[in-house]
C-alpha cells in the first residue's frame, strides 16, 4: 500500500479539484444523522432526506412530547417504505438541561449592554428583561462573572441565534446578567447553558428515564444518545436500565459535550457502544481555539477502539443559507479525514429553512474527502496499536482490507449476526463499501423464541462505509454459503456498486476460524 504520511494521499493530484465527480448510489461512506423536527417531519421531506443520504433519525426529546415524536416516527416509517431505504432510530435524551418556555411563541429581541434577571421564579412572565428558568438551585450555582448561554432549541453558533449573558450577582432566586450580545430569540423553548459548571441533576433524569421506558420500549428504539455523558458510570447506568426495560440490544451512544465529559473520555469510551461529539455545548464550554485538539483526541481515540464517532454541529449556517460558509464546509472535510464515523445534523434539519440541502452538501463534501482520505496510513496507524497477539477475527478482518486493496476490489462483503465482524472491517476504514449481511440468530427468553437481527442492521447504519441487508436465518445452514454470498451480489449489482469481473473480498468467520476469500462477480473463485 501507497500513501505517505500526509492525511490526504500524496498522489492527489490539483486537477481533481476541477473535475466533477460521478455520482454515486451510495453518496457518501461517511454517514449523516439528521435530527427530525418542525422543518423534517412530513413524510415527503424524510423521504427526500433518507433519498440525500440520512441513515440515522435522531429524535430529541429535549423538544416536544412521546406523541409529537410518534407522529414523526409513524412518517418516517412510510418515508422508509415508500423509498426502500432503512433508517436507524436514535432517541436523544433531555438530561440535565435548563429550559425557558416561551408560551406565546413571540420572537424576543435582547439588546446588547442591557441588564437581563434570570430567574427560577416559574410565576414570572418571560420578557426581554425576566428569563424564568426551570431550575430551582439556578442562583446557587452561578457565580459574579459566569457565563451564560441562552439560545433557540438546538442554539446554533450564530450570535444572532443565541444571546451571552454575563452574570452580575445573584438575588435570591434571581440572577442578574448583562446582555452581552443583540440577538433575536423566537421559537417556543429556549436552552440556558451555564458555561462549566455542573447542574446538580443526574445525567440520566427521572424524565429520560421515563421517556426511554415509554417512547423507547414502544419503537425498539436503535440508539439512545445519552446527551451530556459525564462518566464511565453514566452509560452503565443507562445499559443496567436499558436492560430493565427489555431493550438490551439498543446500543448507547454518549454524548461528550462537557468538559466533565472531556475528563472523562477515556471511560466513557470504554463503556459506550459509540460516541456522540457534541461540539454545540463543546464549543461553549471549551475556548474556541482548543475544541479541535479534543477533536482530534476524541475521533482518533474513537478509530483505535473500533467503536463510531459522530460529529455535530457542522453546518450551522445552513439554517438560514442555501450554501455552508468557506469554513464550515471545509471542516466538514476535515471531520472526514479526521476518521469521523457520522456527521450529525442539528438545528440545520430540525428546524431549518434547508433540511435536504443540508444533508445533500454534507453527503457530496464527505463523498470528496472519503476520496483522497489515506487510508493506508490510518490502516497501518490502527494496526500498529492493536496489542499482540491480535484475536484471529481482528487479524483476519485487517487482511480482508488488505486483500481489498491489492486486488482492487469493488466491495466487501462481511456476515455477522452481532454486527461485530462488520465494525472490525471497517476499524480499518475501507476505501470501498462493506455490504454487511447480518444473518438473524434464533433467541429463547422464558417466555417466547424472538430472532434478533433487524436492530443490528440498523446499527450497523451508523458506521462507516458498512451497507447492511438482513439475511436469511436459514442461510447459514441451508444450501452453504452461497446463499448469502448471492444475496450480496444481487444486491450489489441492483444498486449499481458491482459490474461483471469485479472482484469482492468475502470476510466470513466458519465455526471457530475467521477466512478471507477473494470472488469475481460471476462466482468464479480466484483465490
Ligand atoms: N457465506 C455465508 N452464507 C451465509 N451465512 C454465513 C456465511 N458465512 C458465515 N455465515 C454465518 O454468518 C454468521 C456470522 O456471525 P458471527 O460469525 O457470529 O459474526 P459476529 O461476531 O460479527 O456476530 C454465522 O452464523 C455464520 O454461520
Ligand atoms: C448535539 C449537541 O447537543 P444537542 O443534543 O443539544 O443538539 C451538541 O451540543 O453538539
Ligand atoms: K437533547
Ligand atoms: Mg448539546
Redesign the pocket.
Known amino acids: 500500500m501507497q500513501g505517505g504520511q500526509m492525511i490526504v494521499e500524496e498522489n492527489t493530484k490539483l486537477s481533481s479539484v476541477l473535475t466533477p465527480s460521478k455520482p454515486s448510489y451510495i453518496q457518501s461512506l461517511t454517514k449523516i444523522v439528521g435530527t427530525l423536527g418542525p422543518n423534517s417531519r412530513s413524510m415527503e421531506v424524510i423521504e427526500a432526506c433518507l433519498k440525500a443520504g440520512m441513515s440515522v433519525a435522531r429524535f430529541d426529546f429535549s423538544w416536544l412530547d412521546g406523541d409529537y415524536h410518534q407522529e414523526t416516527l409513524e412518517n418516517l416509517r412510510m418515508a422508509m417504505k415508500n423509498t426502500k431505504k432503512l433508517c436507524a432510530i436514535m432517541l436523544d435524551t433531555t438530561g440535565p438541561e435548563m429550559q425557558v418556555c416561551n408560551k406565546t411563541g413571540n420572537p424576543i429581541d435582547f439588546k446588547a449592554d442591557s441588564h437581563v434577571t434570570v430567574t427560577s421564579d416559574l410565576s414570572k412572565e418571560l420578557s426581554a428583561e425576566v428569563l424564568p428558568v426551570d431550575y430551582a438551585e439556578l442562583a446557587k450555582m452561578v457565580r459574579k462573572g459566569d457565563t451564560v448561554y441562552l439560545g433557540q432549541h438546538l442554539f446554533t453558533g450564530h450570535e444572532t441565534a443565541s444571546v451571552w449573558l454575563e452574570v452580575m450577582e445573584t438575588k435570591g432566586q434571581d440572577v442578574i446578567c448583562l446582555v452581552r450580545n443583540s440577538a433575536t430569540l423566537a421559537g417556543s423553548m429556549f436552552t440556558v447553558y451555564v458555561s462549566n459548571v455542573p447542574i446538580n441533576l443526574p445525567t440520566l433524569t427521572e424524565h429520560d428515564k421515563q421517556v426511554i421506558s415509554k417512547w423507547g420500549s414502544r419503537n425498539n428504539v436503535d440508539f439512545i444518545s445519552l446527551s451530556y455523558a459525564c462518566h464511565g458510570e453514566d452509560v452503565k447506568e443507562l445499559r443496567e436500565f436499558l436492560k430493565k426495560q427489555n431493550l438490551s440490544e439498543t446500543q448507547i451512544y454518549a454524548k461528550v459535550e462537557t468538559v466533565e465529559g472531556l475528563k472523562h473520555f477515556d471511560e466513557i469510551l470504554r463503556e459506550a457502544d459509540g460516541i456522540i461529539f457534541g461540539r454545540g455545548n463543546l464549543g461553549i464550554d471549551l475556548p474556541p481555539e482548543k475544541v479541535f485538539l479534543f477533536q482530534k483526541y476524541a475521533v482518533s481515540k474513537c478509530n483505535l477502539m473500533g467503536k463510531p464517532v459522530v460529529i455535530t454541529r457542522v453546518v450551522d449556517s445552513m439554517t438560514g443559507n442555501l450554501r455552508p460558509t468557506r469554513a464550515e464546509a471545509t471542516d466538514v472535510a476535515n471531520a472526514v479525514l479526521d476518521g469521523a464515523d457520522g456527521i450529525m445534523l442539528g438545528a440545520e434539519t430540525l428546524r431549518g429553512l434547508y433540511p435536504v440541502e443540508s444533508i445533500t452538501i454534507v453527503g457530496k463534501i464527505c463523498a470528496e474527502a472519503e476520496n483522497v482520505y489515506n487510508h493506508s496510513l490510518h490502516f497501518k496507524r490502527i494496526i500498529r496499536c492493536v496489542e499482540e497477539p491480535m484475536s484471529y ?1 481482528e487479524s483476519v478482518a485487517s487482511s480482508a482490507v488488505r486483500s481489498a486493496v491489492k486486488v482492487k476490489a469493488a466491495l466487501i462483503v462481511v ?8 465494525r472490525l472491517i471497517a476499524k480499518y476504514r475501507p476505501s470501498v463499501p462493506v455490504v454487511a ?1 447480518v ?1 438473524p ?1 434464533l433467541r429463547a427468553n422464558s417466555l417466547k423464541w424472538t430472532l434478533s437481527g433487524a436492530a443490528q442492521v440498523r446499527q450497523l447504519l451508523g458506521v462507516r462505509g458498512v451497507y447492511p441487508i438482513l ?1 436469511s436465518p436459514d ?2 445452514t441451508s444450501g452453504g ?5 448471492r444475496l450480496a451480489i444481487e444486491h450489489g449489482r441492483s444498486v449499481g456498486l458491482l459490474k461483471s469481473n469485479d472482484r469482492i473480498v ?1 470476510f ?3 465455526g471457530d476460524s475467521a477466512v478471507v476469500k477473494i470472488v469475481e462477480v460471476q462466482g468464479q473463485l480466484l483465490v
Do not use: H, W
Open positions: 477475527a456476515f455477522t449476526s452481532s454486527g461485530r465482524a462488520a449481511i444473518i440468530r439475511g442461510a447459514a454459503e452461497e446463499p448469502g454470498l468475502v466470513q468467520k466458519i
